[in-house]
């Protein structure tokens, strides 16, 4: 576990971190203190414990409707017509080809000469 030290509205912290994800902590650690900055600089809030505390609270709901939206489209994408069988699929093989006539053989035969299918 590595430390890290970082500076957070002009405060130092010491962070640990594990190996090999310190530019995930470094770019968290950025966003922070962006959110931070910017509710200072707004003007309205000056104790560093409430800017943190409405920093996180705007984090989580970005978080939450980042998500929230993610879900809506994978919804949607399920509850979708399928698309049309040669859109964007390659040609069936010489082997599915022939799988496919001998299928087509059998309906007919099965159905006999009232019901062929092509």
């Known amino acids: ?5 970082v500076q957070i509205l002009q405060q130092s912290y010491l962070l640990a971190c594990p190996d090999g994800h ?3 902590l470094l770019e968290a650690v ?4 962006t959110a931070m900055t910017r509710i200072r600089d707004a003007g ?8 943190a505390v409405l920093a996180a609270l705007n984090l ?3 978080i939450a409707d ?4 993610e879900l809506a489209a994978a ?12 859109a964007g699929n390659p040609s069936p093989s010489p082997a599915q080809e022939q799988r496919m006539q001998q299928l087509l ?3 007919d035969q099965a159905l006999g000469d009232d019901g062929r299918l092509l």
């Open 44 to 51: 309205k809030v000056r104790a560093r414990e409430r800017i």
């Open 30 to 33: 950025e966003r922070v203190d």
């Open 1 to 5: 576990m590595k430390q890290i030290e």
């Open 60 to 62: 989580a709901f970005e």
């Open 66 to 69: 980042r998500e929230a939206s």
């Open 105 to 107: 053989l059998r309906l």
């Open 75 to 86: 919804t949607a994408q399920r509850s979708a017509p399928p698309a049309a069988a040669d």
């Open 22 to 24: 310190e530019s995930r």
